[in-house]
Structures are given as C-alpha cells and as structure tokens.
DNA sequence: GATCGATGTTGACACCGTCTACTTCGAGGA
DNA sequence: TCCTCGAAGTAGACGGTGTCAACATCGATC
C-alpha cells in the first residue's frame, strides 16, 4: 500500500495476472519468467520467492484458465435456463449442446490460456488452487456431470449408457477443439466449423437418445446459435 | 560413403531421424537442434543448411509421426480382415472400432511422436513431405474416410449421418488421446482407460446404428481386445 | 586444372530458467 | 524504543537455447 519501492507488496498475483495475459496471447511458451518480472518491474528471479520453478506458476494459469473455461460453459446452460419450454427432455438435451458449445467456444477464442489449462504438468492440483480468483470446485467434469445426470433423470439418456458418457462428451468436445487449435484443422473457416461442430453434437444426441429408445423429433432444434 | 569427415553426407536425414528418436523421448520440447547436432556429430548451426529454421525439421518430425500413426491404425484394420465373417455390416463396424482403437493406442503408446504430429506450426505441408520415409497419401482422415464410406455401403450409417461423421469420430479418438496425454486424466490407469474407450467407441456405434434404424444385436463382440 | 556453389564451422548475440550470495525492510519481542 | 530476524527483492553467474554472419572446405563441372 505504500510507497516503499523495494519490496512490491502482492507480487504472486501481479505475477500471475502478468502471465495470464501473456498466455492469452502466447499459449504456455509465450510465458517468459524474465519478461514477467520486467512487465511487473521487479528483477528476474524475483518470481522464485513465490514460484519453486516456471511449471509452479504455469499451474496457476492453468487454473485460471479452468475456471475461465467452466464460466465459458455455465453461461451458456443459463442461457438454455432463460428459454421457455415445457419440454424437460428437450431442456436437458438442450443443456448438453449448450456444454459442448461453450466448451469449443472458448477453447477457440482464448487458444492460448486453452491451451494452458491443459498443458500443465501434474504440478497444478495443490499449489494453483490458493489462487483468490478461482473458486475450488470449479472444474468442467463436474458441470458435465450434473448435465448428464440431468439427461438420466428424464429418461433420454440409459443408465446403461450414462456409464462412460462423461468421457465421450468430454473427448468429443476436446478432440474437436484441439484439432482446430493445433491440429490441420486450424484453417477451416467459422462457418464451416461451427456446421461441423453441430454435426458432431448431434450425433451424441442421436446415440443417447438411442440408448433409451426414444424418438427423436426433427422439429426440435436443440441448437443455440449465435 | 567416403571417409570424408568434414562434409556429413546425408545430414538432412541423419537429422531427421534423431529428431525423431528425441521426440520419442521428450516430445516437441525434446528436440534442441544443438543437441542433434552434437549426437550427430557435426557443429551447431550445421541444420541451417537444410532447415531455415527449428519448426521446419519439426515439421518433418510430425510428417514421420502421422505416417507411423496411419501404420498402427492400417495394423488395426487389418488384423479385422483375418477374422472370419459372412457378416458384412459386423465386419464393417469392427473396421472403424479398429481405426479408432489403433488411434488411441499409438497416441498413448508413442506419446511424444504424437505430439510432435499435431504440434507442428503450419510449416509442415511443403516441405515436409520431402521424406522418402513418409508416402504422400498417408494420413488418418483418408483412412476414417474410407472406413465410413464402407459403413455407408452397407447400410449401417445414414447418408444424412455420414456428414459430419469424419469429425465426430475423429474429434472422441483425438479429444480421448490427448486428454490423458496432457490433462488431467493422464494418471488413470490402462485398464480402466480401455474399458473407459470401449464406452466411447460404443457410443459412436450406437449412434451410427440409431441413424439408419439397424438394430444392434448384443450378442455381436465389435470389439477388437489385445 | 581452376572455379564456384553446396555444405559445414566458428563465433557472436540475445534470450531463457535456475542457483547462490547479498541487501532491504517491516513486524514483533526485549 | 530499539533490535533482531525472517520474508521479500536484487545482482550476478552458469549452462542451455535458436539464429545469424563471416569464414573454411570440398566435389562437381567447365
């Protein structure tokens, strides 16, 4: 709080708040121990009072960037909230689109901290979650869960087949955005992407419903665009 | 092939093929050039000879790694065909249980080649596919591409569902790999990994047999073990 | 047999992460 | 009130990296 110029005062989170940006816009390479303690003013090695090495701080930003990644996907299910229906079926299968939307959409509009999030060593899981600004249970696994408990309770989605749902979901939506990210994909245009990316989903939706047997009516858009 | 010790003789090659061998080890970050070119016993700086710059030898490094990938998938697929069946539509799905199989099994079983595959910078195309090691054709979306088109033919998957269908499968094999190469489902452990699999790959079955209205017999094993 | 371009070398530059030894400063006890 | 002691920041070094420019070598070609 005051002046003194020697001693920084909350150096951990400036540092981290440093990293995050430079992750935005770098991926985990664009993170640079020495260039962070320039940009917060304060000499190299100075992180090591607050990092044991580069991977602690990574960690951080991974955590950040779940947390960030689990906002991404919890507005859009309120956005299915804010839609009448009287149709629960409907809804819940809505809810899992809208899961996997937000899930590719933020992976491909913050590549970089995406790309963080999952780039971490094993390190993350005890130091990162001291961070204030990311609530502990915060993680997408759980929220993909509870929306696929959502899908058994009303009767779309087998107990049979609810068994190793999580993961088909999640890998879907993974492998999907990684493969734009990194992968040969990274040049096809939005449009085509986002057609595709509702291709994918509904396939999902198409298996599930399967799985209990029940019809799936054609007229039911379960898509959020835009 | 003389004795002459100052001009290497095929270094472009030699280089590669330790990159390679690094890869294996340590991933994309495991390839140092300066390393190559102390194991392979030339000076620093030589590669630039051959590679303007580090992403383009990584770029024949991913090139080596697709087509070892395309192997182990073809290996796959293959050994389905050995397996008796008068049973068209069985044998055809067994093929893409298998391609999908092959994809997660190299992914995990040669981690850092696989990450060296899909972590190349868009150098890659042109120039890597100068290595006689690696034959142009070779890549894994042809290889799902046919596979599908077989399920088409006969009968098992809709046209109206074969859209798309290259992504879907793709984006659960990928998205399934990298989530245990790299997050957070990197300690599971291998039996509850391929069981965890076979839930996934049968999702996508059921899903394919849901558009065209194929009942799916359980007694059918589309799954290939070992 | 001389030449010339492809290939390899040497040395430099600017980065990077990490370690050790030193300095500063503020909180808490005498 | 003063003093100490530990937390936080600094300075400098080491070995590693990618990349570039200037120089050396050697074999094919005229």
Redesign the interface.
Known sequence: MTSSSYHHGNLREALVGAAVDAARVGGPDGVALRELARTVGVSHSAAYRHFSHRDELLAAVAARGMAELVDAMQQRVDAVERVPTSDDVLRSRRRLIAVGQGYVAFALSEPGLFRCA??AK?VALTAATDDPLVEPAANP?GLLSETLDGLVDVGFLSPE?R???E??C??????????HL???L??VDVAARD??L???L???D??????SGTPIRPEDDIFARG
Chains 1, 2 share one sequence.
């Open positions: 999952f780039a094993d696994y087949a068994e190793g749902a993961m088909t999640w890998a879907v939506v993974h492998g999907f955005a990684a493969l990194d992968g040969p990274g040049a057609e595709t509702e291709h994918v509904a396939a999902i198409r298996s599930y419903a399967a799985s």
